[in-house]
């Protein structure tokens, strides 16, 4: 199991390294920073004093050498828009970000999963048939839609909720529920799916034949066995709320991560778009690592296969 989990790591850290290492080398070759940053109309001194001072006069190898040297130590160098430190920038953002997905993905898992779990319980049901169609729903809806909706109702209609910011606690429930809504669907959708398999094997046939309670059989028996497959489609939904950061925080003006990287692409400040990249690929692959072990935790033959290997 710890050599499964070793082999793992070291992959994570590959996949690190290499998504630093694209990101670097793109951002560079795709045009001049100093001219997006400073814009067109900048003279060719000022031009050639902010490659200078910013260290973008140097060969793409070297400047790549410091920049990973310094990063190795927290030091993600200074925004060139209002001259603070980067790590800072991202310190400040991060709880933000973590507020609104965390929060949707408990959503996801209170109501995704025993919408699933009734709708297969309960198959061609009036149940099943609503929880389907609020799934096909709410996969299809765009989050960026989604979320322009919610604030049509709720705040401009309705007006019991805010629109933007993120002063009260209130302002956290429009873009969670607008996470939420995508990653419930899915798994509610897979969940059911899953739990339909497991439910026509053998062994549930035979528990209810020898009298086993029904939620017995549910939770005990079938749920656990469920369990395996969903727990990828979890951490899909993890990664789903990430990726859709950038669109949600933006539509309502939420200080988190994924507002930050547009502003930071927008004003070209190339080391804050860097360090965002590098954030959100360490939590994708923090949780891919997470899934990983989980799956062997609850897959026996995984642990066999890797104890067998070594």
């Known amino acids: 199991m710890i050599s499964f989990i070793l082999a793992r790591l070291f992959r994570a850290l590959v996949v690190l390294f290499l998504t630093v290492t694209f990101v670097f080398i793109v951002l560079r070759v795709n045009g001049d920073p100093a001219e997006q940053m400073l814009g067109d109309l900048a003279s060719p001194e000022a031009l050639e004093a902010f490659r200078s001072n910013w260290g973008l006069n140097r060969s793409i190898p070297e400047q790549f050498f410091i920049y990973v040297t310094n990063a190795l130590r927290g030091d993600f160098g200074v925004s060139s828009a209002d001259g603070r430190q980067v790590f800072a920038v991202i310190a400040e953002r991060v709880p ?12 996801i898992m209170l109501f995704g999963i025993p919408a699933g779990i009734l709708a297969a319980v309960r198959r061609e049901s009036p149940a099943d048939k609503a929880v389907m169609a609020g799934a096909v729903i709410g996969y299809s809806v765009p989050n960026f839609l989604l979320g322009v909706a919610l604030i049509f109702v709720f705040a401009v209609w309705l007006r019991v909720l805010p629109s933007s910011g993120s002063s009260t606690w209130q302002h956290a429930i429009l873009p969670t529920v607008t ?3 995508a990653g ?8 059911r799916s899953t739990m339909i398999d ?3 094997q053998p062994y549930i046939v035979a528990a209810r034949a020898d009298g086993v309670p029904e939620w017995e059989v549910i939770l005990r028996h079938a749920l656990p066995n469920a369990a395996i497959p969903m727990v990828t489609m979890l951490g899909f939904s993890a990664g789903g709320l990430l990726g859709g950061a950038v669109l ?10 994924g507002s930050g990287f547009v502003r930071a692409v927008n004003t070209g400040d190339l080391n804050v778009v860097q360090a965002m990249i590098i954030t959100f690929t360490t939590f994708m692959v ?3 690592l997470t899934v990983d072990i989980l799956y062997a935790v609850l897959n026996p033959k995984i642990r066999l296969q890797n104890n067998d290997a070594s």
């Open 248 to 257: 949600v925080e933006t539509v309502f003006a939420w200080p988190g991560l």
């Open 184 to 191: 419930a669907a899915a798994i509610s959708r897979f969940t």
């Open 96 to 107: 933000k970000t973590l507020l609104v997905t965390v929060s949707a993905f408990v959503l």
């Open 198 to 200: 497991v439910l026509g």
């Open 286 to 288: 923090t949780i891919n």
């Open 179 to 181: 996470f939420a809504m």
